[in-house]
């Protein structure tokens, strides 16, 4: 296990009162949830970990909430009773964020999953966050609406607010945090409260909905959500080109985006990734590095989109340029890409995937992942790279047996570099994934101790008793 996923002691929890005190919020909470309340192992266990690491801390009890005032109640009593409880989306988290290591009720969103309203006239609709953002996408179908920030997994909108996600749609919708316009929240002691509103902007006090964005539920369960939602595109047209090197693919992400190209999406593979994907998605890319290039407008606009980039493309050696128009092409191989993860894991079956994911000012970009390159083969290590560079955000797939400490070093050298190389150009050590337990020092690395600890404050005058997913973003005290 990585260092930093390990709970700090907390003599808070640990002690016979603490356990006594869960038991007693399950058995207040039993009569209203009855079979909507369990403490199975399996079931626990699965809501003990994310995606990414076989480890994780399984929760006292799953509870499965159908509206605000049931999640407002069980927040109520773990208040009263200093229990934690931990919100659970999809859990498809990467950094142990839903994993429960001192123990507590998750509360599980997946049932509320509704959308509430879709209004036309503004572009925007309420949703309930449990559900996915390719539910919301199959409702919206009809309405010429949809949603854009697509992480590579099918999350729950709710865990994307919290984890502040985004996907391959950045450079032209922004991340979810562009996209979301209001929300309802129930606060640690029980009480319900809105934040924000449907203008498309506004100067009123402090960005509470920004905050709440990103705070990986520790400030807050989310229970309402609006949303900022973008007509369907008229035409969109997808390129493939790989490159002969890393720096010509990643050269040309920074051509593109200096000459202000209006690309939507601008994905990188690299040669590992594109053997990976062509095996498990029953592809044949050439494997080589790889961009994958998306845009959007009129047919006529997309096409002299794509003139242009290609003219850029050329001019850093890609070959194997491939252009689809054709939905069912372009589906593939989005899909491909989205599957990248899957097919990393099938490389290597049998092993964790830890996914390092940093972001730098884009004229660094070529750099970084040259170096995280170079440093992945000196240490002999198994991992692909791929990215949505568009926004100078790459992510390395470490591919390692759990089993093998040496191997872990190894991968703990190469990450710690590549966070602190991001750092030094001025970049972060998450473009996307957030802190949850695996990043806490990185966090402190990232600000240092005036600004974490002006965090801590925000989160202690919140949540005075530390129930809401305690040990994410910051160690206990
Ligand atoms: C294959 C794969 C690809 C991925 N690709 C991307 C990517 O491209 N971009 C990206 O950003 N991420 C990506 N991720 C990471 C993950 O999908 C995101 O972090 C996602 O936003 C998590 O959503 P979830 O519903 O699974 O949340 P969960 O894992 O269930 O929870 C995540 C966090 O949100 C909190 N939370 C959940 N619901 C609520 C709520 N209603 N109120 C308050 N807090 C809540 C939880 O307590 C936890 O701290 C990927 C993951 C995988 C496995």
Redesign the pocket.
Known sequence: MRASLRPTSSSKYDTPDAKARVAKAIEQLRPAFAERLSVGASVREQHGR???FAQGYPPDAVIWPLSTAEVSHVVKVCNELRVPV?????????EG??SAPYGGICLD?ARMNQVLEVRDDDGDCVVQ??I?REELNAQLRDTGFYFPI????N??????????????NTIRYG?IAQNVMALE?VLANGEIIRCGNRARKSSAGYDLVRL?TG????L????EVTLRLHGQPEAVGSSVCSFPDLRGAVDTVMELIQIGAPVSRLELLDELQVRACNAYSKLSLPEQPTLFMEFMGTEAAVTEQFERAVDVVKSHGAAGLEWAFDEQRRAALWKAR?A???AARALRPATDCI?ADVCVPISHLADCVAKARAEIDAEGLVAPILG?VGDGNFHVLFLIDPNNDDERARMDRVYDSMIETAHRVGGTCTG???I?MGKRDKLLAEFGPSVVELMRKVKDAWDPNGIL?PG?VFDLQ
Request: charged share 10%; no cysteine; glycine share 20%.
């Open positions: 994310g995606e990414a931990i919100a659970f989306g999809a859990g498809t988290s990467l964020h839903v969103l966050p449990g996915t697509d992480p590579g997994a999350a729950s909108i709710g865990g994307m607010i919290a984890t502040r996600a985004s996907g391959t991340t929240v709440f705070s990986e539920g520790t807050g369960i989310v229970t989205h990248a993860y899957f996914v949505h996307e994934h957030g949850g997913n994410k």
